[in-house]
């Protein structure tokens, strides 16, 4: 006998997308020989239209996961971008970044796009292969991403208040990556291994494939199996990180600014500290939205977990697609804190759009403007005497360049 998650289709796959895999435990099942619809108190056979929304509510919520996903592929594909061709960005913080950065990138491409597209058409068109490797690539992606913000609270713990350890080198970041990414991978293999795919036949004689878990004891019944994977998920990847986090950053902040230098300092001591300051205030801005994003999704997990009832409830749907949408905005945030709080991004953000205009209008002012950007490279590097004697040249140089791209 075949079970299937149809009613709440769109909640309990969208569930498997952003890791928490089809809930067989607070979902209806329907039996594709007998044509029911089973529950824990019993069969019906009434028709049931998941996500029956009307044609407006499709559009709008079609145009929030597009947006969702574009800036989340196009701003994290650019911080991977900075940190590549500049090699003044290439600290271990900012590789960290990088492999945050690609995390995002991956769930938004790989996951978001596929799942949103078989809520809407109730129709799995992607293979039995696909439907494996998205369920699975979205643990990795996640596991991988929150891992990665606990490394980065750990190497900015090292360096500010444990100064006179060794901090992470070039080598030791490399293997921290692969075992991020190995932990994360061994995570998702049950998604991997108990995804499948099977058709429905509805009631109008049409066929639709479906993507859904299908764990050894969870065939007839509520997986217990599903159950406490799931829960261990939640607590690896959101309440584990979010303690530590809480308490990393916690003391950072206390020697940051709780703590007072004995004796004068020098202004390039205060620099540093106002430097390591910043970079901490950013990272705190991206836990915390992690935190608020990713809260309202575990929230529904333990509440349809232990009141499945409310799975029944007309507007599920749409509370649903809102909660995923949060969670799955969160890699879209990152890079914008990125622009928003760190102006060596946002000069990295700027230079990458110079080189599209560049690569568009090659033939008019693509290579004055290179000629340009060059030049403002070398006076930056020069020493704070050599620039205050260049001003001039500066402004010269930032009419010329507002001249072409007018």
Known sequence: MSFHDSSLSSSCNESAASNLTCHNYFVTFYDVNSKEYINDTGNYTEEYQPFALPLWRHVLWTMLFS?????????????????????????????????????????????????????????????????????FI?????????????????????????????????RATLSITAAIWTSGCIIGIPNFLFFTTDFDIMEDGSVRQVCFSEWPDGITTRSEIEYIYNVMFMMITYFIPIISMTYTYSRIGTELWGSKSIGESTQRQ?????????????MIVIVVIFGVCWLPFHVYFIVTSNYPEVT?????????????????????????????????FRRGFKQFLRCCCAFANKDTQGHGIFELQQLDRSLHSRSPTQKNGTSTVSVSIQSVYNNITE
């Open 67 to 135: 947006i969702m996903v574009v800036v989340a592929s196009v701003g994290n594909f650019v911080v991977i971008w900075i940190v590549i061709v500049n090699k003044r960005m290439r600290s271990v913080t900012n590789y960290l970044l990088v492999n945050l950065s690609l995390a995002d990138a991956m769930i938004s491409t790989l996951n978001v796009t596929f799942n949103f597209t078989y809520m809407l058409n109730l129709n799995w068109p992607f293979g039995h292969f696909y439907c494996k490797f998205n369920q």
């Open 270 to 282: 205060v620099d540093n500290v106002k430097g390591k300051r910043r970079v901490v205030k950013m």
């Open 312 to 344: 029944k409830y007309p507007p599920i749907q749409e509370i649903y697609l809102a909660i995923y949408w949060l969670a799955m905005s969160n890699s879209m945030i990152n890079p914008i804190i990125l622009y928003w709080m760190n102006f060596k």
């Open 138 to 170: 979205a643990v990795v992606s996640i596991s991988a991403s929150v891992f990665t913000l606990m490394a980065i609270s750990v190497d900015r713990y090292m360096a500010i208040v444990n100064p006179l350890r060794p901090r992470f080198g070039k």
